[in-house]
C-alpha cells in the first residue's frame, strides 16, 4: 500500500508506504519493557522493582507479580496498553491486598445507618407540596 504526498496545489511531493507508518510504531522490545518497568511501575505506581516481572516478545507484554493494591491493576493494564508499541498485554499480577472491597450492607431494616421510616428506605415520599399524605389523609391545596 502507498499513499501520494502533495503539496497545497496537489502536486506530488512524496510517497508513504506501509512500512513508512508502520515504523512509527514500532519499539524495540527492550525499549517497551524498560518503559513498562521505570515509568510505570516504578515512577507511576511506586511498585519495587523485582515486585513484577515484565517479560516482552514482539510487542506483547506479559506481567507476573504482585503489587500491594488491587485498585492498581486495572491502572497497570491501562497504562502499559497505551504504550508505543505495545500490541497485547497477558497479566498474572495478584494483588497483596483488596482495597477495592465495598463495605457489607447494613443491619436489615436500616440503610446507611439509618432507620427506615414512613415512605420506606428512601425517606419520606416529598412532592412539589411538601410530604405526601399517609393513607385517609387529605391534603389540601
Do not use: C, K, W
Not at 513498562?36 to 514482539?58: F, N
Amino acid at each position: 500500500m502507498r499513499l501520494p504526498v502533495v503539496d497545497e496545489e496537489d502536486r506530488l511531493v512524496g510517497i508513504v508506504t506501509r512500512r513508512d507508518l508502520l515504523h512509527l510504531f514500532v519499539r524495540p522490545d527492550s525499549e517497551i519493557r524498560r518503559r513498562v518497568t521505570d515509568e510505570v511501575l516504578t515512577e507511576v505506581l511506586g511498585v519495587p522493582a523485582g515486585d513484577v516481572d515484565v517479560h516482552v516478545v514482539d510487542g506483547s507484554v506479559t506481567l507476573n507479580g504482585r503489587v500491594e493494591r488491587r485498585s492498581q491493576l486495572p491502572v497497570l493494564l491501562g497504562l502499559v496498553g497505551q504504550l508505543d508499541g505495545v500490541v497485547a498485554v497477558a497479566s498474572h499480577v495478584r494483588a497483596r491486598t483488596d482495597d477495592t472491597s465495598r463495605p457489607a450492607p447494613s443491619a436489615a431494616g436500616r440503610r446507611h445507618g439509618r432507620p427506615v421510616g414512613p415512605g420506606g428506605p428512601f425517606g419520606p415520599r416529598v412532592g412539589p407540596l411538601g410530604p405526601y399524605p399517609e393513607h385517609g389523609e387529605r391534603r389540601s391545596l
